[in-house]
């Protein structure tokens, strides 16, 4: 797919079960992206960096059950929707995982219709070396 001036791209309800591994490679100047309504459980991270312009992502309506990591990467993005998929989270993943914390221009972000997720933040406790005293705070952000 060769469309490197391409801004939007709407894919939507086509029932598409999965993306090729570089279908990001040469749609650098997106803008927003319509996946809705697919079949999708796994987005294509090779060159989801490229998207430096990303500002809008609906993947709402298909069937994934995590959020990539390399999402973090994408600075721009103000506006994503997961909503009905099949998500279950953990914030404390952010390894492996998404984590809405990287994108911090993020305005819109949907997770409704999402009957297995689960937002679940671990409280652990820090040793203070030669204080002796014990801070609780919240993995893996803190303010």
Not at 96 to 123: A, T
Request: glycine share 4%.
């Amino acid at each position: 797919m060769r469309f490197k001036s391409l801004r939007v791209l709407n894919l939507s309800f086509n029932e598409l079960q999965d993306l090729p591994r570089r279908f990001f490679h040469c749609l650098e100047l997106l803008e927003e992206v319509y996946l809705s309504g697919n079949k999708i459980a796994s987005i294509p991270t090779e060159d989801l960096h490229r998207l430096e312009r990303l500002r809008t992502l609906y993947l709402n309506g298909n069937r994934l059950y995590t959020l990539p990591q390399e999402l973090q990467r994408l600075r721009n993005l103000t506006s994503l929707d997961v909503g009905s998929n099949q998500l279950k989270y953990n914030t404390n993943n952010w390894e492996f995982d998404w984590n809405w914390n990287f994108n911090k221009n993020l305005k819109y972000l949907n997770l409704s219709g999402n009957n297995r997720l689960q937002i679940k933040v671990e409280k652990r406790q820090t040793q203070y070396y030669g204080h002796g005293a014990t801070k609780h705070h919240n993995a893996p952000f803190d303010n």
